[in-house]
C-alpha cells in the first residue's frame, strides 16, 4: 500500500471521525480546519470516541494515545504538503468545497490523491474545480456516519478519475477494514438517495401523529434492527446539513425528495442537532 498519510480537511463529527479510522490503522494523519482551536476540538471528539469504544469493550485503552498521537492537528495547509491521500469533509456545498480545493493546488504534491466526503454532489462536478492535470486524481469517498464504526464507504469515480486511483482507494480502505461499495456518479450516489426518502417517511409519520419520536426510533432499532433510531442519526448528521442535501436531491429528482417542513422548522428555529443540544432530541451540552 502507498498510502502512509492522510489529511482531512474538516475536523467537525464526520472529518475527525474519518481521520481516526486512519489513525486507528498505523497511518500518520493530519487533521486541518480554518483555526488550529477547531482542528483540536476535532482531537477531543476522537478521543471521546474512542472512550466510548473502550468502555464497551471494542478497543483497548492502553492503544488510546498511541492512535491520537498518529493525528497532528493543524490550521495550515502547507502541513498536507507531503501527504499520499487528503480527504475533505467540509460543508456540503459547491463554493465551500472550490474554496477549499483551490487550496489544495497550491499545497499538495503531484501524485496525492485527493478524495470528497461529499454525500450528494457530482464527483466530476467538483473535479472541474481543480487543476485539469489533478482530475485523473480526484475521487469520491462518501463514508457512513459514524465512520469510526460503520463499515460503508462509498467510492465514486468520476468521468475522468484513473482507474488505477480506484484500486488504491479501494485498497486502503479495506486496510482499515472498511467496507468500499464502487457507486456510479450520479447524484446522492446510493446511501443518501436511500436514506433521505427513508428519514422523509420518519417525519411524515411524525407530522401525521402516527407515532413520537422517541416510538420511531424503537421502531428502526427493535423492528429494522438498525443501531441507532432514525431521528437519533439525523440529530447526529445536523439538520442544517440534512436540508441541504434534501434540496439538492429534489433538484435533481424531484418530489419525492421534497424537503421535510419538520426538519425545516428545526434548521428556522436553530434546532439543529446534537451539536446544538436540542434537534429531535435534546442532549446534555
Do not use: W
Not at 165 to 174: C, H, T
Not at 251 to 270: L, T
Request: proline residues 2%; glycine residues 8%; negative net charge.
Amino acid at each position: 500500500m502507498t498510502i502512509k498519510k492522510v489529511g482531512v480537511i474538516g475536523a467537525g463529527m464526520m472529518g475527525a471521525e474519518i481521520g481516526l479510522c486512519f489513525a486507528k490503522f498505523d497511518l500518520d494523519v493530519v487533521l486541518i480546519d480554518r483555526t488550529n482551536e477547531l482542528a483540536e476540538k476535532g482531537k477531543v471528539r476522537q478521543a471521546e470516541a474512542l472512550d466510548k469504544s473502550i468502555k464497551k469493550g471494542k478497543f483497548e485503552a492502553e492503544k488510546k494515545e498511541a492512535v491520537l498521537n498518529k493525528v497532528l492537528a493543524s490550521d495550515d495547509f502547507k502541513d498536507l504538503s507531503d501527504c499520499d491521500l487528503v480527504i475533505e469533509a467540509v460543508f456540503e456545498s459547491l463554493e465551500v468545497k472550490s474554496e477549499t480545493y483551490g487550496k489544495l493546488n497550491e499545497v499538495c504534491k503531484e501524485d496525492c490523491i485527493i478524495a470528497s466526503n461529499t454525500s450528494s454532489i457530482s464527483i466530476t462536478k467538483l473535479a472541474a474545480t481543480l487543476n485539469r492535470e489533478r482530475a485523473g486524481k480526484f475521487i469520491g469517498t462518501h463514508f457512513n456516519s459514524p465512520a469510526s464504526i460503520m463499515k460503508l464507504v462509498e467510492v465514486i469515480p468520476g468521468i475522468l478519475t484513473d482507474e488505477e486511483v480506484v484500486a488504491e482507494v479501494i485498497g486502503v480502505l479495506k486496510a482499515i477494514d472498511k467496507e468500499p461499495v464502487k457507486v456510479k456518479d450520479v447524484t446522492g450516489f446510493a446511501l443518501n438517495r436511500l436514506f433521505h426518502v427513508f428519514s422523509a417517511e420518519a417525519c411524515r409519520l411524525l407530522e401525521e401523529g402516527v407515532a413520537s419520536v422517541e416510538d420511531i426510533d424503537k421502531v428502526c432499532v427493535y423492528g429494522l434492527g438498525h443501531p441507532v433510531g432514525i431521528f437519533k442519526l439525523l440529530d447526529n448528521m445536523g439538520h442544517d446539513l440534512n436540508i441541504s442535501v434534501d434540496k439538492i436531491l429534489y433538484d435533481e429528482y424531484g418530489e419525492r425528495f421534497r424537503p421535510n417542513q419538520e426538519m425545516q422548522r428545526r434548521v428556522d428555529a436553530g434546532l439543529l442537532g446534537r451539536k446544538t443540544g436540542e434537534g429531535f432530541h435534546k442532549y446534555d451540552k
